[in-house]
């Protein structure tokens, strides 16, 4: 029985940002062409990621017991033994994040910075140069977050752990009962949620659709193209 709390409110509510964050992003990019206005969603779909990535660093460091890095298994050594163990059908229950996990999170985190990254610099005027290295960012991703789910999946039935439904309510059958955590800090989740709504709302009051600039207070990004109706428009003046 999941009983035990190990993961809080913040965390989770990351988590499932993060996944559809980058989902949306990719969808975007996949099925709408680049000069179409609505392209330039994918860019701030990506902004807003990085930015979710950004306050998940943070949480890492000053959150709850399972959610801070310190708590995460990424010696080389507990990973080997945790991949043995996946061979040799070993059962072990972990209370916070698995060795396997705790690398995939890590290598998700630097991934989505870098597409945020490259996407900031192909906005800039440096398309050419970053636009392979974004793309093959992007195609990482996904092979990680489906590699991902296929490891959740696979330590579910090996360790008969239902770690999936631990992101949702937080809870897991741990021993002792007193490695859980005191609360799940649901004021904090709420300023996660505000926080990242003012961001995202700081971008979109920013871009400026007719020209596909977003203006930012130290830069200009080109996220789409001007719109035709209104060139035509400064034509006729």
Known sequence: MRSTLVYDAPLRLFHALFAFLFTAAFLI???????????ALHKLAGLV????VLLRLVWGIVGSRYSRFSSFELHPRALFAYLKGVATGERRRWAGHNPASSWMAMLLFGTA???????????TGSEEAFEDIHELLAN??????LSHVAGVLL???????SIALSMLDGAKDVAPAS?????SRPAIAALFVMSVLAFAAFLFTRYDVTQGTLKLPWTQLQLGEASETFGEGQEDD
């Open 49 to 52: 990621l990085a930015f979710v």
């Open 155 to 161: 330590h579910s039935f090996l360790h008969r752990d």
């Open 113 to 123: 910075l870098g597409l945020a990254g490259t996407g900031v610099l192909m906005s």
């Open 179 to 183: 490695a859980g955590i005191s609360g």
């Open 29 to 39: 990019a996949k099925t709408i062409e680049d000069d179409v206005p609505l392209y």
């Open 140 to 145: 990482a991703f996904v092979v990680l977050a």
